[in-house]
Every structure is written in C-alpha cells, then in structure tokens.
C-alpha cells in the first residue's frame, strides 16, 4: 500500500524519521542518552580490527560506519565491495569483526564474503533488514534494521537505518573500547536521537528540489562531490540518480576533483555538493570556487553557515539547519534521495521498478 503517495520510493522517504527513530530506540537508551545494545556473541572491547563488507547502497551505509567506527573506536576498518571481498582472499586475523550490511540478507556476493569469513574465523555480525535472510541465519549476530518492508528497488529508508545501526555500534564500541568518555557517549546519542527530526526538516525541503528535478532533468551528466562522511552521499546520490532517472552520475570525494573530473566541468553539467559545514568545509568551498571558475553549475546542500561561506554563485543552495556532524549522514540523505526521485518522476521512468534491475541480487 502506497498510502497517499505515488510510489513505494516516495512513500519510504517520508517513512524515514519513523523507521530510523523505531531502529534507533531499539539500540539506544534515549531516556538516559545512553547506547543500550542486546547482548553479542563476542567482546567488542578486545576486537583489533573490523572488516565490513557489502552491496551498492548498503556498501555507501558501510563507508560512513567506517568514518564512525575509527573516530568513535579507533578501531581500524577495512571495507570492500562485496563482489571484490569474495575473491580477493584478503588475510584475516582469527578474532576479528566481519560486519555483513544488507537489505535483503539474500544477496549472493555479501553472503558468499560472508561464508568466506566464518571460515577464516571472523566474529560474523549483520545488519539486515529481513531478520529471517540467509545471511541473518549464518550469522554469530544479528543486528536488525526496523525500516519495515521496502519495496521500491531503489533503497532509502533500509540506508539511513543502516546508518542508525552502525552508529549505535561505533559508539558502543568507543565506550567499550574506553575511546569515548561517558560524557561522550551521552553527547553523540543525543545527536542520534535528534536525527529523526532533522530529516523531518529535510523533507520540508521537497517542493525546492522539486523544482530544480525539472532542470536537473536536461542534464546528460551530474557529478556529486563530498568530503568525509559526505563522500559516501556523494556515492550514493549518484547512484540513486542513474539506477532510476538513467542519467550519468558520478560520485567522488570532492579532493579528486583535480585529479581528473575537473576536466568534464562546463555550463552543461551541475555538479551537486553535499557540504555541511563542519571542520573541512574550507576544503570543499575552494573545490566549489574551483568549478564555479570554469562555468560550472553548482547545487549546493548545507546549513546556513555554508550557505553564507560558500563564496560562490550556486543555481540553487538548499539550506538544513545546522546539526552535529554525527548525524548530517542520516539528514542530507534524504535530500539526495527526493532529488533523485523527483527527477526521475520528470523523465516519467518507471521509479519503483526500474529497467534491468532487481530489488535482491541473489546471483552474482
Ligand atoms: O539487499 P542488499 O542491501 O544486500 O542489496 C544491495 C544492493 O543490491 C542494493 O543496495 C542496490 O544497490 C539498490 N538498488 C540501491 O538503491
């Protein structure tokens, strides 16, 4: 059931402060601001290294938990691509942590990188978001994602629960681990509770992006920039855009700019910069001022301090309210998402079912 909405896409970005407020509840304890895990199979505290593994969207979710979990935990992480995990027979010491992120928990890569690393001895740790999957069954642990069902092919609600997820287990661990303080603690699971109203606001941005879908539509190519955890947005903004709108996308982290795509900027392509302001946004508003210098159009996602530090002349600047960065992953994703929604509702593609895909790849 759509509900009052047009497509199941639609309907699961407005389900998002809900779903990440349900999943958020369940491993927080927001009367106290404290995180409140169930129990795991494995000491978080003696883990030395984490190895996460994963699928398209939820590969992006993984990105950002690993931006969380070695500044929360200084826990190393090393993440792959599931497809590339399963062959590439990377060493794993005995003991470590395997993080699987899965919508479906039936996709054929994740689940063959999951078998890949029980046998090299790995604590097995998913975060599904069907509790009765394949890869929830083989798993030592589960952690799952309260998003509901999600039908449209394209993912939205299941990535920001996803992100509420790995944030909830990045902060246990830096309290395990004795990298967080409890004042720490308390700080980042307030902002985490804040998150679903921070998306409230971002959805109140529609009727905007709305009308710029209609010009981001004659666009042939878009490029998506952002730093930090805003890299894995630019990611998956780009690949929500194609997988439903067909037009090219591209997503980089915006200090590789100089190091190719600045040669395809001209007044044809708009180039969409995620970049809260935070302590590398400086960074990012010289890319900004280096694409604006050659005729390039920029869409701009930020708060108000950015909007006003930018220094650059935008074709639009959509402005959240300011945030901790913690929980900027969880807000300007809704953004990328309505974006991408709208313009493909322009080109009149089929949203919900797009061509050539499925909603579980269960064959490689
Ligand atoms: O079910 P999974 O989360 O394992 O699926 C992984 C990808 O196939 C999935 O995220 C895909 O990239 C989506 N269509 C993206 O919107």
């Known amino acids: 059931d759509k509900g009052n909405h047009r497509h199941f896409m639609a309907k699961e970005i407005h389900e998002q402060p809900e779903v990440v407020g349900h999943t958020l509840a369940y491993y927080l304890d927001m009367a106290n601001d404290r995180v409140r895990l169930p129990k795991l199979p494995f000491d978080i505290a003696s883990l030395k290294h984490v190895a996460i593994s994963a699928c398209g969207t939820a590969f992006y979710a993984g990105l950002i938990g690993k931006y969380w979990f070695e500044r929360f935990a200084r826990l190393p992480v090393e993440i792959d691509i599931a497809s590339e995990f399963r062959y590439r027979e990377a060493p794993l010491e ?54 509901g069902p999600e039908i449209g092919v394209a993912s939205t609600k299941a990535f920001t629960c996803q992100l509420a997820v790995l944030a909830s287990l990045a902060v246990a661990a830096g309290r395990a681990r004795g990298t967080l303080s409890e ?28 009308a710029l879908a209609r010009n981001l539509s004659k666009a042939k190519d878009v490029l998506y ?29 915006a200090g590789e700019l100089k190091h190719g795509p600045i040669a395809l900027i001209d007044e044809t392509m ?45 074709e639009a600047t959509f402005v959240l309210p300011d945030m901790p960065a913690t929980i900027t992953p969880f807000a300007y994703a809704v953004l990328i998402q309505l974006l991408a929604y709208h313009t493909a509702v322009v080109m009149g593609t089929d949203v919900d079912q797009p061509r050539n895909l499925a909603k579980s790849v269960t064959v490689e």
């Open 94 to 147: 005995p003991g470590g942590l395997a993080v699987f992120v899965s919508q479906s928990g039936e996709t054929a890569d994740t689940l063959a990188s999951l078998r890949y690393a029980a046998q090299h001895g790995q604590n097995i740790l998913s975060v599904v978001n069907v509790p009765t999957s394949t890869i929830a069954r083989e798993s030592h642990a589960v952690m799952p994602t309260l998003a």
């Open 225 to 253: 920039l952002g730093r930090g955890t805003s890299y894995p947005l630019a990611l998956e903004g780009a690949l929500k855009l194609k997988e439903i709108s067909y037009i090219h996308a591209e997503g980089y982290a």
């Open 183 to 210: 004042v720490d603690e308390q700080r980042l699971v307030a902002a985490l509770v804040a998150a679903p109203g921070l998306m409230a606001e971002a959805l109140k941005l529609e009727p905007q992006i709305e």
């Open 270 to 314: 708009p180039v969409i910069v995620i970049a809260p302001y935070d302590r590398i946004f400086e960074k990012t508003a010289s890319n900004m001022q280096e694409v604006a210098a050659r005729g390039g159009r920029i869409i701009l996602f930020t708060d108000a301090k950015g909007a006003e530090e930018a220094g650059v002349e935008t």
